[in-house]
């Protein structure tokens, strides 16, 4: 049994998709989640400058006693996941896997579409996995681009956020893409402009956040860290930017819930 608890990191809210989902599959485990906020978005910035920033939050994690780190990050974990489990080879890390592999899998059109940040679409992890799943499948991508910010700023529910997702999803729709992946943490929180935009049409959308929680768990018991039956689980909040940040991180973790924990 180990109560310490488990670390998820972000560059900034959109980790909290995937925080949720581990909230769900783990009931009994605390979580410390870790948004940058001071740097995001990471989309754009050099490989070098993202790993840097990673490490750096994987760093604090550990020093804060986490007993296995989720990057819950799409562009950190392209840039950075290899480096980082080479570094701290004596705790398990869990990255965001893009979730190619079920959309060409599970495809009837033959057509799979990617919305990524530009870093994670450059990345080698993503490059790996479409080359070893995608033959026969018609990979289709695209540049998220002002997602995160939208996110970010709260901006979900607005036009803007509608027109800049049917923008980016208009390319893939016409070529008659049929399973979508989102490929960066941020863009769940956009999930209701996605089904808008797909209403009438055969398309799944695909949030890999499930999948992560699954990995943990199963990592959770395969190193004995599970958490004592008996153990109260807490939910703290941390960023490098401002208290405000740290507060609009906790706000957003619980907008859903109606009964939040009590110790966070």
């Not at 959109?14 to 581990?22: I, M, P």
Request: charged share 30%; glycine share 8%; with cysteine.
């Amino acid at each position: 049994m180990d109560n310490r608890p488990v670390g998820v990191y972000d560059s900034g809210l959109g980790g909290l998709t995937v925080w949720r989902e581990l909230r769900r599959a783990l009931p009994g485990e605390s979580l410390l989640y870790l948004g940058d906020g001071k740097n995001c978005p990471y989309g754009a910035r050099p490989r070098e400058e993202v790993r840097r920033l990673a490490c750096q939050a994987v760093d604090y994690l550990i020093a804060q006693g986490c007993k296995l780190v989720v990057v819950a990050c799409n562009t950190a974990t392209a840039a950075a996941i290899d480096f980082l489990r080479e570094r701290y080879h004596d705790i398990p890390l869990v990255g965001m896997e893009p979730a190619v592999k079920p959309a060409c899998l599970h495809t009837r059109s033959g057509v799979v579409g990617v919305l990524a940040t530009e870093r994670s679409l450059d990345g080698e992890l993503f490059r790996r996995t479409a080359a070893r799943y995608g033959r026969g499948i018609e990979v289709v991508t695209a540049p998220g681009k002002g997602f995160v910010e939208l996110v970010e700023s709260d901006r979900e529910a607005t036009p803007e956020a509608e027109e800049c997702v049917r923008r980016a999803m208009a390319g893939m729709l016409e070529r008659g893409a049929d399973q979508i992946v989102l490929g960066c943490t941020h863009y769940p929180f956009l999930m209701p402009v996605f089904e808008r935009i797909v209403a009438g049409r055969d398309v799944t959308i695909i949030d890999p956040s499930p999948a992560v929680a699954r990995r943990t768990a199963q990592l959770l018991d395969q190193y004995g860290l599970r958490a004592a039956p008996d153990h109260r689980p807490t939910y703290e909040f941390r960023t490098f930017a401002d208290e405000a940040y740290r507060e609009r991180l906790r706000a957003k973790a619980f907008a859903d819930d109606d009964a939040p924990a009590a110790a966070r």
